[in-house]
């Protein structure tokens, strides 16, 4: 059963993100903070869930959440900054507009850059540890995903809609035959396999 907090005393944001691994679109993040109490057997990393119970969870995240946000960094400032540090500004993007001020913040995964004064602790795996961080995980992920899924009907031999803009063998596939798109990230190696050159 995951913990609803590291710190009770505090007010405590988890944050995950979405979309690192991605050959294209924005990376997502959110923070969520909850009650120190909560208690939710349902919640869980967001990998482990089925589509269907990561947007029926969404919605009762959105509703028992204190405060909830999701920030975005689009491909274009994901090339400029690369993929870690945009990671860190989704967060930071998402903390940014929560409404409740938290005190202390749970970062999944090993790396975190400090956001303004508030401490922080990185959590690998977190969000199968914590509640916030596995709330966090489900709104970057299905806010991901429905992103991904309108960018699929603007370029749908990417299949989008089926690999989320993850480096799949149709994805790298129709890359090849038909050359990218605005919303690729043009820093990642997008062929896969580096005897291949790719004009940008």
């Known amino acids: 059963m995951l913990l609803p907090c590291l710190h009770k005393d505090l007010i405590e944001a988890g944050c995950d993100e979405a979309g690192r691994g991605c050959l294209a679109g924005a990376v997502y993040a959110a923070s969520v903070i909850l009650p120190a109490d909560y208690q939710n057997d349902l919640l869980n990393d967001s990998k482990k869930l089925t589509e269907h119970q990561r947007y029926a969870l969404r919605e009762v ?8 946000a999701v920030g975005i960094v689009l491909p274009e400032e994901i090339d400029k900054i690369n993929i870690l540090n945009a990671s860190f500004l989704a967060m930071h993007r998402a903390i940014d507009q929560l409404v409740v001020r938290p005190q202390h913040l749970l970062i999944d995964g090993n790396r975190f850059k400090s956001y303004s004064n508030v401490p922080h602790t990185t959590v690998v795996k977190g969000d199968g540890k914590y509640l916030s961080i596995a ?15 309108r960018l699929h009907e603007e370029y749908p031999v990417y299949d989008w809609k089926d690999n989320k803009g993850y480096p799949t063998k149709v994805h790298r596939e129709a890359i090849r035959l038909h050359g990218i798109t605005p919303y690729h990230r043009k820093s990642f190696n997008l062929l896969g396999d580096s005897q291949l050159s790719f004009d940008f």
């Open 61 to 68: 995240v959105e509703r028992d959440a204190l405060a909830w």
């Open 135 to 149: 709330a966090a995980s489900i709104l970057a992920k299905t806010y991901r995903d429905d992103y991904m899924n």
